[in-house]
């Protein structure tokens, strides 16, 4: 079945320091699609990032940075010199030819707290 | 800009109440999602429409039931509410099903609490 895991529940870094968000997945699927989303206190995810199965190249977009590496399954986000508005919770997601009912599977989530 | 638009932000109802949530989306999608968020939880899929009129269950269905009458607006049913229904419940739409290579767009959230 498909699975993700972001084992880290909360995350507190002071402002500058870079911080590496995890997330593991599963799935028994070549063809899938991994996500993070970002949660601001306003409430509305905001999609940031989506990655095919078949494209391992690392991605950067500014201060953000995606490791994808299908040997570990996984799909981990960097923040480099954190800021303050970068608090917030996100979210790692998975999606998959056999997501069936739950076409969109989520991992619990990582709150992320970047304190001035 | 796209949008997907929930009727409320914050919602108080007793128990018992029959509650209605709306979200209406302007991205002429396919497929429309109502999810609750409770902590340590994370997002659990409530139901899914991938059609006018037609709707799947997802994990956590029981409880709620949901309406497509239009290509644009799904709306959310909790028939008899209940205290354990206190939640953040949050709609999407996407262009695509599995293996989707398109993201979902999610409204900004109804907080429902339910005394």
């Known amino acids: 079945a498909q699975k993700v895991t972001q084992a880290q529940t909360e995350i507190s870094v002071v402002e500058k320091e870079d911080v590496t968000l995890d997330c593991v997945y599963e799935t028994r699927d070549t063809t899938y699609y991994l996500f993070w989303y970002k949660q601001p206190p306003s409430g509305e995810l905001v999609f940031l990032i989506r990655r095919n199965s078949f494209d391992e190249q690392n991605e950067i977009s500014g201060r953000y940075s995606w490791n994808f590496q299908k040997s570990t399954s996984s799909f981990n986000f960097t923040i480099t010199a954190s800021q303050v508005v970068d608090s917030a919770v996100y979210f790692c997601?998975?999606?998959?030819?056999?997501?069936?009912?739950?076409?969109?599977?989520f991992g619990k989530g990582t709150r992320l707290s970047v304190i001035a | 800009d796209v949008k997907v638009t929930q009727s409320s932000r914050y919602l108080v109802k007793r128990t018992g109440e029959k509650v209605f949530l709306e979200c209406v989306q302007d991205m002429d999608h396919e497929n429309m999602f109502w999810y609750r968020q409770d902590p340590g939880l994370g997002l659990r899929l409530i139901y899914f429409?991938?059609?006018?009129?037609?709707?799947e269950k997802g994990d956590i269905p029981e409880g709620y039931s949901v309406s497509r009458e239009k290509k644009e607006r799904f709306s959310l049913i909790l028939e008899s509410a209940s205290t354990n229904q206190t939640s953040m419940y949050l709609c999407?739409?996407?262009?695509?099903?599995?293996?989707?290579?398109?993201?979902?767009?999610f409204g900004q959230g109804t907080r429902l609490t339910v005394v």
């Open positions: 999407a739409s996407s262009q695509s099903l599995g293996a989707a290579d398109t993201e979902a767009f």
């Open positions: 429409s991938y059609d006018v009129k037609m709707k």
């Open positions: 997601a998975l999606s998959d030819r056999y997501s069936g009912n739950t076409p969109l599977v």
